[in-house]
């Protein structure tokens, strides 16, 4: 089993930035993948960022260079760097992580663009 604790969204104008965090039960190195999906209002979940077990990262195309996901694994706490942020990232934003061959979902935690 892992728990998810997400915080660090909120309301911000264009352009700005945001940090979220995410915190785990589990060691991050236990993990096969740790990341971010967000799901806005009549539209799917899709993956924004993520990091496998080896440490490659991967990126939604649209937030390519102005997003970043990082970990501090002795505090088993995922980031996503949010900056120069638009209008169309308001979303909630979910922490994921897979262990094993199970997924497992963080409440999620509202960000909101405005412009």
């Known amino acids: 089993q892992v728990q998810l604790v997400e915080s660090g969204g909120g309301l911000v104008q264009a352009g700005g930035s945001l940090r979220l965090s995410c915190v785990v039960s589990?060691?991050?190195?236990?993990?096969?993948?740790v990341g971010w999906y967000r799901q806005a209002p009549g539209k799917q979940r899709e993956l924004v960022a993520n990091?496998?077990?080896?440490?490659?990262?991967t990126y939604l195309d649209s937030v390519k260079g102005r997003f970043t996901i990082s970990r501090d694994n002795p505090e088993n706490t995922v980031y996503l760097q949010m900056n120069s942020l638009k209008p169309e990232d308001t979303a909630v934003y979910y922490c994921?992580?897979?262990?094993?061959?199970?997924?497992?979902w963080g409440q999620g935690t509202q960000v909101t663009v405005s412009s």
């Open positions: 994921n992580a897979k262990y094993w061959d199970e997924t497992y």
């Open positions: 589990r060691s991050l190195f236990s993990l096969n993948a």
């Open positions: 990091i496998v077990s080896g440490g490659w990262t």
